[in-house]
Nanobody, 115 residues
Framework: QVQLVESGGGLVQPGGSLRLSCAAS????????MGWYRQAPGKERELVAAITSGGITNYAASVKGRFTISGDNAKNTVYLQMNSLKPEDTAVYYC?????????WGQGTQVTVSS
């Protein structure tokens, strides 16, 4: 069973930066896309950013221009650079991987933006 392991969450002041990382425990067969979702208390999980195996990216409107997703296909690793963080970015961030054989989720990492 492939697992996604996230790291990099924490507490940061508004305007600060964090970098999230997600690595697969082993190679993902026929990987299509990796991405990050987030879920704030009382809200539904939403897509933050995603990157296809071909390098095409897409972002939620609320993070465009502030967050950057990147990936290393060979290592099945994805990163999320988050700049100019706002209190409304506070949430549990989940790594996601879509492949031809199924969907994988990480355990989640907490990001808290507060002064």
């Amino acid at each position: 069973q492939v697992q996604l392991v996230e790291s990099g969450g924490g507490l940061v002041q508004p305007g600060g930066s964090l970098r999230l990382s997600c690595a697969a425990s082993r190679s993902i067969f026929r990987l299509i896309r990796m991405g990050w979702y987030r879920q704030a208390p009382g809200k539904e999980r939403e897509l933050v950013a995603a990157i296809t195996s071909g390098g095409i990216t897409n972002y939620a409107a609320s993070v465009k221009g502030r967050f950057t997703i990147s990936g290393d296909n060979a290592k099945n690793t994805v990163y999320l650079q988050m700049n100019s963080l706002k209190p409304e970015d506070t949430a549990v961030y989940y790594c996601n991987a879509n492949s031809a054989v199924g969907v994988l989720w990480g355990q989640g990492t907490q990001v808290t933006v507060s002064s």
